[in-house]
């Protein structure tokens, strides 16, 4: 997957020191276009691995990313204490020389229908050198296999000034639905300020991909 042209322009903005200095962690939000409804992100096979961690300590696990489509090869991320730096491949991304990782939320239920409890982990992604991050909400059925990633929420209509953000409090399992709160940029809001508006927005697992459905 080819990086949009937007996305080169956003982060040339973003390695300015007048954007750093106003928008520190929110610039980077929702870079990536993927197409809505898809899966956005790492190998088909991706899984998370406890790596000696208890089953089910998501802060301790190794998952493949491409951190919202800025590495289109994609990666796999270790985290130990819910963190992780892995190195860039220049081949890929010549903008970034690593990626931060770290786990912000997760949420459990069953949202496959087999009557097994899946979980939802929220992860930031940090690429280094830049002033922001972006998300991936990844799904799994168990402790080794991914269901499946949310669409990025640059595909969402709320999208603006930037993409939303996820409010990690937020993230739940309802009825088999996955329900995100979401904080959003209005019209008043800036790149400095960040986004003081909010949405909800509820996926479904149709067998396949995760589509939007009405609240």
């Known amino acids: 997957m080819s990086i949009p042209q937007a996305g080169s322009a956003r982060r040339r903005a973003l390695r300015s020191p007048a954007a750093v200095a106003l928008v520190a962690c929110v610039l980077l939000a929702g870079c990536n276009s993927t197409e809505a409804g898809r899966s956005a992100a790492g190998p088909p096979s991706g899984t998370a691995r406890g790596d000696g961690a208890a089953p089910g300590d998501w802060r301790n696990a190794t998952y493949a990313m491409t951190c919202d489509g800025l590495s289109p090869a994609g990666f796999r991320a270790t985290l130990h204490n819910g963190k992780a730096r892995v190195p860039a491949d220049v081949g890929q991304t010549p903008y970034y020389d690593y990626f931060d990782v770290r786990f912000e939320a997760q949420a459990s239920g069953d949202v496959n229908g087999d009557g097994m409890p899946d979980t939802v982990v929220l992860l930031q992604c940090f690429p280094q050198p830049s002033n922001g991050f972006v998300e991936e909400a990844q799904v799994f059925t168990g402790p080794q296999a991914r269901l499946g990633v949310l669409p990025s929420p640059s595909t969402l209509p709320e999208t603006s ?55």
């Open 161 to 215: 000034i930037l993409p939303p953000l996820y409010d990690p409090a937020g993230l739940s399992v309802d009825h088999g639905d996955i329900v995100a709160a979401m904080k959003v940029y209005g019209p008043e809001d800036s790149h400095a300020s960040g986004p003081t508006e909010h949405a909800t927005v509820r996926w479904h697992w149709d067998g396949q991909r995760f589509v939007r459905v009405p609240l």
